[in-house]
């Protein structure tokens, strides 16, 4: 038997649709991280990107477990001192909720130098409306 190992040409990327809304976010944030990784193909080699391309819309409307809409912080700091900014999830979702499921993402990434890559091909949208219906994107559950 022979195992055979595909390059990079080769490689059949697909477009998928995740409806965020009314599901928990960490369930869609997995979903979404292993579409793009490219775990469910067969053909899946560890050395190279096979990941696929995925739109998610509703983002306004995802839930949450326990007390995270009231307690959950989100922490960013420019560098310089008292650069400190913190912003909580109940704010986030009202002004920038896709930054919410992209952020979830992100740290479920592999921390390597394809993440910045694989995130690009991640997009991301507030309401139902999305500009990559000539794609025709297959719905996922």
Request: charged fraction near 30%.
């Amino acid at each position: 038997m022979k195992t055979t190992w595909i390059n990079e040409q080769k490689i059949k990327r697909e477009w998928y649709l995740v409806d965020a809304g009314g599901k928990i976010i960490g369930r869609v944030a997995t979903k979404i991280a292993s579409l793009l990784i490219g775990k469910g193909k067969v053909n899946r080699v560890p050395n190279i990107d096979c990941g696929d391309y995925v739109v998610v819309i509703n983002t306004d409307k995802i839930k949450f477990t326990g007390n995270k809409a009231e307690q959950k912080m989100y922490y960013r700091h420019s560098g310089y001192p008292g650069g400190l900014t913190v912003t909580s999830l109940s704010e986030m979702l009202d002004t920038k909720s896709e930054n919410i499921i992209k952020l979830a993402v992100k740290n479920m990434l592999p921390k390597n130098k394809w993440r910045d890559q694989v995130m690009s091909r991640l997009h991301v949208y507030k309401t139902s409306e999305h500009k990559h219906k000539m794609h025709n994107p297959k719905l996922v559950d």
